[in-house]
């Protein structure tokens, strides 16, 4: 069986087409006492971002905090969130959810979305194809570029027992707003770690056994404009970036991740890292498995002059490594991608415990 997978049905691109976002929304108000949500990263209080949102009168604009990585528990809190503020007058849902921001605001938008239209908690339905009811129209507003959360088909979320999305067709957003200025604001360090997640994503996809010519024209690309951006310093970068995001998203939509992405899945869910730096860390000990893009992103650091932190799993208690072994493990899917269908014959438990206590 083919994949046949849902995108997203309207992009804009440009800097500076964040302005458009008014029309855009206004096409969706569906009556004069409708409202939309605007989730946005508080990072944003205060700033002239602020300041530009499109804000009705009876809009809800919810203030998310990223310090930690998305949990199903504050999905719920943000779900219910809205629930009350529906129930303080306005009887019916929203027109739709804006999240503006990372990965994590994106992921939370999406999460959202769902959840206002399916019962339950959000835990419930980490997983595959768990979702019945289709989503609330929800947009994305990236900051930042890497993630490729803007074009996929999951939320990715922790919950009480694992790190795992809600991935399934409702996820994917209905409108993305790419403007590349909305990420010039960006902390270098955090530009370079969410950017390599993209250059993972290529990596990942592009020597995956799951590659197909539909991946791999999409993963080129995004790698190619990788290197313009990390390696060449050319102009325009953060349009480019903003564009490897996309295809690189596009081409795991059709392939997989891999090694990297299953052990960092564990590092999050044990140390909280978040996604952009714990795959730094792990890719750094994966040259057996991918020789040219290790040390390619090796380059890229020293370019950007990014120290690592290390040490950080080699004093762990027995416990903690083998939740961080359960949770890479489950990743099937990542680990066949990388590894072929007998991968479980190459990658033991203790296998992985001797990759992550070099880390
Ligand atoms: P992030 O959203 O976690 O944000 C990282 C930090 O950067 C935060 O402190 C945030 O406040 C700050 N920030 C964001 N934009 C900024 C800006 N323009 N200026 C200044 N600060 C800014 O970072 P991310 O790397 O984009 O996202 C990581 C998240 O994405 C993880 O939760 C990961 O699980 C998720 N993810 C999702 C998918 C998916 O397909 N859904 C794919 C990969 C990663
Ligand atoms: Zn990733």
């Avoid at 056994?209 to 050319?234: I, P, W």
Wanted: glycine content about 10%.
């Amino acid at each position: 069986m083919f994949r046949n997978f849902k995108v997203v049905s309207r992009v804009v691109f440009g800097r500076g087409c964040f302005n458009q976002l008014d029309d855009i929304l206004s096409g969706k108000r569906k009556a004069t006492d409708s409202f939309m949500v605007f989730l946005m990263d508080d990072v944003f209080k205060n700033s002239a971002l602020e300041e530009r949102l499109p804000l009705k009168d009876q809009d809800l604009l919810l203030w998310v905090n990223v310090d930690d990585e998305p949990k199903t528990a504050y999905v719920d809190e943000l779900t219910q969130d809205v629930r009350t503020y529906i129930q303080s007058g306005l009887e019916r849902l929203p027109d739709g959810v804006i999240g503006i921001g990372g990965g994590s605001t994106m992921d939370l938008a999406k999460a959202v979305a769902l959840m206002l239209t399916n019962p339950g908690s959000s835990a419930d339905y980490q997983g595959w194809d768990l979702i019945n009811n289709p989503a609330i129209y929800h947009v994305a507003i990236p900051t930042l570029s890497g993630t490729g959360a803007e074009v996929s088909r999951t939320t990715v979320l922790t919950g009480p027992e694992k790190k795992l999305g809600i991935n399934s067709d409702y996820t994917v957003f209905d409108q993305i707003v790419l403007d590349p200025d909305l990420t010039s604001g960006a902390p270098a360090d955090q530009r370079f770690y969410t950017g390599m997640d993209c250059y993972i994503h290529c990596v990942e996809s592009l020597t995956g056994t799951f590659l197909n010519a539909f991946s791999q024209s999409y993963g080129e690309k995004a790698m190619d404009l990788c290197r313009e951006v990390f390696l060449e310093h050319g102009p325009d970068s953060n349009g480019k970036l903003m564009m490897a995001s996309y295809f690189g998203g596009m081409s795991i939509a059709y392939s997989q991740v891999g090694i990297c992405h299953a052990l960092s899945y564990g590092l999050s869910f044990v140390l909280g890292l978040h996604h952009g730096i714990g795959n730094c860390i792990a890719f750094d000990y994966l040259e057996e498995f991918y020789p040219e893009g290790v040390r390619e992103f090796r380059e890229m650091m020293d370019k950007h002059g990014i120290k690592l932190p290390r040490g950080l799993v080699s004093g762990m208690d027995s416990i903690d490594l083998d939740k961080m072994i359960d949770v890479a493990l489950v990743l099937d899917p990542l680990w066949e991608n990388a590894l072929g269908p007998d991968w479980k014959k190459i990658m033991t438990r203790d296998r992985i415990r001797e990759l992550y206590q070099k880390m």
